[in-house]
T-cell receptor
């Protein structure tokens, strides 16, 4: 599995967009980029995933660079409830392919 | 998104006893489920992949005789921590796989005294 690199921590003002970067320079052509977040003492929550096109859902947007070596998760209007650890994971599609978590980015939304 | 439940949400046991944790997919069938362990201030560590009707696949360094996994149906996987010791105290999280996405349970906090 490709390794990912994320900044250990970030702050964001409430109401502003939170942009969380992830580097995955060794990503393979068949590997998708997934984002999860974990609020303290809870199970991780799925946010979004994509292959090479930008993706958007009700929670966030995922921007993947053309060379696919990095991506950015965007929370358009951060709230205090978005304070969590955000994990970027790359993995191939398929039922048996595992998700390996890195260290993630601890996002703190500041009032 | 799909819903996964875990039971119990927390458990305290004495050293040397066994503890069973259940993981259920409530609104989907999961041929594959995963078990993770998380120590304080650390990331999730994959312990094993649980496949319905077959033996689990354990990650390197995880003792399969200590962490027994049974995936007897498409909606239920169980993790039994045998002869638990204080160093097994951790947050155990399961997940089910559907629609190319992994959905996680709320976790089980195990404390071994």
């Amino acid at each position: 599995d490709a390794k990912t690199t994320q900044p250990p921590s970030m702050d964001c003002a409430e109401g502003r967009a939170a942009n969380l970067p992830c580097n995955h320079s060794t990503i393979s052509g068949n590997e998708y980029v997934y984002w999860y977040r974990q609020i303290h003492s809870q199970g991780p929550q799925y946010i979004i995933h994509g292959l090479k096109n930008n993706e958007t859902n009700e929670m966030a947007s995922l921007i993947i660079t053309e060379d696919r070596k990095s991506s950015t998760l965007i929370l358009p209007h951060a709230t205090l409830r978005d304070t969590a650890v955000y994990y970027c994971i790359v993995r191939p599609l398929g039922t048996g392919n595992q998700f390996y978590f890195g260290t993630g980015t601890s996002l703190t939304v500041i009032p | 998104g799909a819903v996964v439940s875990q039971h119990p949400s927390w458990v305290i046991c004495k050293s040397g006893t066994s503890v069973k944790i259940e993981c259920r997919s409530l609104d989907f069938q999961a041929t594959t489920m995963f078990w993770y362990r998380q120590f304080p201030k650390q990331s999730l560590m994959l312990m094993a992949t649980s496949n319905e009707g077959s033996k689990a696949t354990y990650e390197q360094g995880v003792e399969k005789d200590k962490f027994l996994i049974n995936h007897a149906s498409l909606t239920l996987s169980t993790l039994t921590v045998t002869s638990a010791h204080p160093e097994d105290s951790s947050f155990y999280i399961c997940s089910g796989f559907t629609s190319d996405t992994q959905y996680f349970g709320p976790g089980t906090r195990l404390t071994v005294l």
